[in-house]
C-alpha cells in the first residue's frame, strides 16, 4: 500500500524540475501553473502527491517521486551532457526531465541505436548496471562479414579483451542471418559488443539494443521519442538472467 505523502506546491514544482524556486514562485504568481485542473498561485498550499497532475506550458505532468523513462535512441547522438562531435540524447527530452537530473542507464555509442533507459532513481540505476545483479542487456549486431560457427562459439565460450583480467562470455549468442548476430550481456563495459565480435574474428557495422531484463524496446516507439515506465515496466527492466526471457 502505498503511503499518502503531503507536499507544499512549490516544493513539489521543484521536485519535478519546472525551475528554481524563484522561476517556480514566478510561473506561479502569474497563474501559469494549473494543479490537478484548476490554477493555483499560493506556492504554500499542500496537496497528496498520490494522484497529482500539473498543467504547464498546456503539457499535464502527473507527479512522480522518481523518474523512469525509455528512449529509443536514434544514431547519431552521444549519451553525455557535454558531447564532443554529435548532439546529446538529453536535447531529446523535455526541459523539466534534463532539470530534474535523469541519468542514462548505462550509455550507447553515438552509432547505436535501440532502448536507453534514464532515471533520477540511483538504486534502481546500480541494480540495472551492477555485474552482480545478472541483468541481461541483449542486442542485435550486423557485421561486416559472414558469422561463422566458430566466431559463435568463441563468443559463448568467453573472448579476452584488452584491460580485461579473464575473458568475457555472452550469456547467449545466436546467429541472425548470415551477417547478423544476437548477443546476450551481462555487462555493460565500454564498446564491449563491438571489442567482443572483433576478438571473435568479425566487425560491427551496425548495433541496436533490443531489451534489457524483460523489458524490450516498444514496436511503438520510433527513434528519438520516449515513453515513462510504470512499476511493471521497472519491474521487467531488473529481472535477473536466466529468469529473462531475453
Ligand atoms: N557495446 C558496444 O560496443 N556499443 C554500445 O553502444 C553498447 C554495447
Redesign the pocket.
Same mark, same amino acid.
Given at each position: 500500500m502505498r503511503r499518502a505523502v503531503k507536499l507544499r506546491l512549490l516544493r513539489a514544482l521543484q521536485s519535478q524540475g519546472f525551475g528554481s524556486r524563484k522561476d517556480c514562485l514566478y510561473r506561479l504568481r502569474r497563474g501559469e501553473i494549473r494543479v490537478n485542473g484548476e490554477v493555483c498561485d499560493n506556492p504554500e498550499a499542500e496537496f497528496e502527491t498520490e494522484g497529482l497532475v500539473f498543467t504547464v506550458d498546456g503539457a499535464d505532468w502527473p507527479y512522480r517521486e522518481c523518474a523512469c523513462l525509455v528512449m529509443h535512441k536514434p544514431a547519431g547522438y552521444e549519451c553525455s551532457h557535454k558531447p564532443s562531435h554529435h548532439p546529446s540524447v538529453f536535447s531529446l527530452l523535455p526541459t523539466p526531465l534534463v532539470r530534474r537530473k535523469v541519468q542514462c542507464v @548505462? +550509455?550507447? *555509442?553515438q *552509432?547505436?541505436t535501440g532502448l536507453l533507459v534514464f532515471t533520477d532513481d540511483g538504486q534502481l540505476q546500480h541494480r540495472m548496471i551492477s555485474p552482480k545483479k545478472n541483468v541481461p %542487456?541483449r /542486442?542485435r549486431a550486423d557485421c561486416a562479414e559472414d558469422v561463422t560457427d566458430a566466431q559463435l562459439d568463441a563468443l559463448r565460450a568467453g573472448v579476452q579483451l584488452n584491460d580485461e583480467p579473464a575473458p568475457l562470455a555472452a550469456l547467449a549468442c545466436e546467429p541472425c542471418g548470415a551477417r547478423g548476430l544476437r548477443l546476450v $550481456?551481462a555487462e @555493460? %563495459? /565500454?564498446?564491449? =559488443? %563491438? +571489442?567482443?565480435?572483433a576478438a571473435a574474428g568479425n566487425h =560491427?557495422v551496425a $548495433?541496436h +539494443?533490443e531489451a534489457i531484463g524483460d523489458y524490450r524496446l516498444p514496436d511503438d516507439l520510433a527513434p528519438g521519442g520516449w515513453r515513462w515506465l510504470d512499476a511493471d515496466d521497472r519491474n521487467k527492466l531488473e529481472q535477473p538472467w536466466p529468469s529473462a526471457k531475453s
Open positions: @548505462g +550509455r550507447l *555509442d *552509432d547505436t %542487456k /542486442y $550481456l @555493460g %563495459k /565500454y564498446h564491449q =559488443v %563491438k +571489442r567482443m565480435i =560491427v $548495433l +539494443r
